[in-house]
């Protein structure tokens, strides 16, 4: 089971993944974006809003080095953290 953990504001470290779960239309749709130094705005990866597990998947693959980071988990208004996706700490 992944473990992934709640993305707090100057609580991830630059270079950090942050998958945004959002509702679009009935569904949740999600989002990258890699966090940047204090100061500078966060880095958004263009592409397509992505169901859950594609937006797990995409942001694996962006991780880089041999040193594996925590994936942050943001969630926007009214969306409920589903179990089957992982354990969200």
Request: charged content about 30%.
């Amino acid at each position: 089971m992944e473990i992934y953990h709640r993305y707090r504001k100057n609580e991830a470290s630059p270079g950090s993944i942050v998958v945004k779960f959002y509702h679009s239309g009935d569904q949740i749709r999600g989002f990258l974006r890699k966090v940047t130094p204090p100061g500078e705005d966060d880095a958004v990866f263009p592409g397509e809003e992505m169901e859950p597990d594609d937006a797990f998947r995409s942001a694996r693959n962006k991780m880089t080095g041999k040193q594996m980071r925590p994936i942050y988990v943001e969630l926007s208004e009214g969306v409920q953290w589903n179990p089957a996706w992982g354990r969200l700490e």
